[in-house]
């Protein structure tokens, strides 16, 4: 998307469907804030409410958060298939892997696959028509799965998210390969996905707000992704994860920053969603 000069920002919520906190975080910040799209967990608890809101809401764009890890220790959710279907995505407590490490180690392509396509089904079924994919904890980003998440976004007609193509995955791994060559397939392949994703790159004294008027002003032309998670403040929140506080914080950047909005327009920076890549 990379016609006539334009500086375009997708403005994404991840983790719809995560918790009763998190649809209403996302749904502020879809209807009173400046985000742009979602994308739903559909093995969580709270994802057919997360469906069911987007199904009242048809000019929002909704994709599926492809999830195979459960990462918090006090919260957990199980694979959409039967363990006897795909036993390597199911760890010794009879849920996710808590890491998305976790998942190559154990679990087959065909398992992955399997798994992917049975979130797609499930959430159509429930009246969901998804906008694009992407991916929980970047699982399908590793090499023994990036076949598969690319087949499937071709299989499905549908964009998807890429990592930027200026970062390795996994970021931390020693000697991790970039993934130019998996921007390269995609390309080849016909799929459509956003040119940057401004994903990496805050500064530790910079907080989320700061950040986003950074990436805004340096914004380079063609379509970047910036996602968030936003929730609302509540004792289930709370309950869940320690890192609750940034969450609150996504949904305030997205809602209420004036100086974000200020530099959208003064930019002329065009919100988009993945239903614009399309």
Known sequence: MNRDGERRIILHCDDF???LCANDGVERALTAGIATSASVMIPCPWAYDAVRRAA???????????????????YRWRPILPQARVPGLYGPDGFMWPR?????????????F?????????????GLRPAHLDVHMGVMYQAEFR????????????PLRMPDRREAW????????????????ARRRGLRFPDYMAHYGRLPHEDMAGFLVRVLETLPVGTTERFFHPAVDTPE???????????????????????????????DIRRVSY???A
């Open 170 to 185: 996994p970021p931390t791994a020693p000697g991790a390969a970039t993934t130019a060559d998996i921007r390269k397939e």
């Open 147 to 158: 076949d598969v998440y690319l087949t499937l976004a071709e299989q499905l007609g549908l």
């Open 237 to 267: 929140l709370r309950g869940m994860t320690q890192g609750g506080a940034d969450r609150v914080e996504d949904l305030r950047v997205l809602t209420e920053n004036v100086e974000v909005r200020r530099v959208l327009a003064e930019r």
């Open 100 to 112: 998305g490490g976790d998942v190559p180690a154990h679990a087959s392509a065909e398992e992955v």
């Open 275 to 277: 239903r614009d890549l």
């Open 114 to 126: 399997a798994e992917a396509l049975a979130q797609v089904e499930l959430a159509q079924a429930w």
């Open 56 to 74: 009242a809401h048809p000019e929002w764009a909704v994709g599926i958060h492809l999830t195979f890890s459960a990462e918090w220790p006090r």
């Open 17 to 19: 469907g995560l918790a």
